[in-house]
Structures are given as C-alpha cells and as structure tokens.
C-alpha cells in the first residue's frame, strides 16, 4: 500500500504560478518512477511529466514542456510540479502517480498508485 497526497492547487490567472506536491505515506519507494497526470472535464486523462527514481530522466508533455518542471526529493518522499507561465487550458484535476517500473511513463496505464487529485484553475 502506497498512499499518495497531492497539495498546493487553486485558482489563478493566466501567467502566474502554482507548485504542486505530491507527499507518499504508507509504504514508500525511491525507486519508483512518478508522475503528474491531469484530467480537464469531458476528457480523458493525460500525461503531464514524470520522473524516474533518481530524478535522471524526466518527461513532458509537448503542451507543458518549457512552462512546467517535475523534481523530486527521495529523503522526503515527495514530488514537486512547479508549473509556470500558466493557461487557461491548464485548467483540470492534477493527480500524482507512482509505479515501480521504468517502461511508458508516459502512459496512463501501468501506474498502480494514484493520489485523489487537486483541482488546478486558471482565469483568463
């Protein structure tokens, strides 16, 4: 059992800043591979960025590749998405993911821990 609690959504305007954090209680792994996915109403869920265990390798998605940036801290059992530069298309639940592998991070399936997700506003 891998608990996973994300932290820091809200509501802001076009531009301005949020950092997510995803906190692993329970039993935790440093070796597992993260990940941000989010989910905009009346659609499917899509892959953000991860990172792999040693935060060597990290992923994003084309529409957030300059704007956001994922980090992680092993000691803390955390993960960190610090989202810049922010849309309104960013707009959508961003829910934390963790699976003990390193094969199509990319990919929704295959993450076998997922947190309750925080809601990520932003105003024109």
């Known amino acids: 059992q891998v608990q996973l609690v994300e932290s820091g959504g809200g509501l802001v305007q076009a531009g301005g800043s949020l950092r997510l954090s995803c906190a692993a209680s329970?039993?935790?792994?440093?070796?597992?591979?993260m990940g941000w996915f989010r989910q905009a109403p009346g659609k499917e869920r899509d892959f953000v960025a991860a990172?792999?265990?040693?935060?060597?390798?990290?992923y994003y998605a084309g529409s957030v590749k300059g704007r956001f940036t994922i980090s992680r801290d092993n000691a803390k059992n955390t993960v960190v998405l610090q989202m810049d530069r922010l849309k309104p298309e960013d707009t959508a639940v961003y829910r934390c993911?963790?699976?003990?592998?390193?094969?199509?991070?990319?990919?929704?399936?295959?993450?076998?821990?997922w947190g309750q997700g925080t809601q990520v506003t932003v105003s024109s």
């Open positions: 990172i792999s265990w040693n935060g060597a390798s990290t």
């Open positions: 993911a963790a699976r003990p592998d390193g094969l199509g991070v990319t990919l929704v399936y295959g993450y076998n821990y």
């Open positions: 329970g039993r935790t792994f440093s070796s597992y591979t």
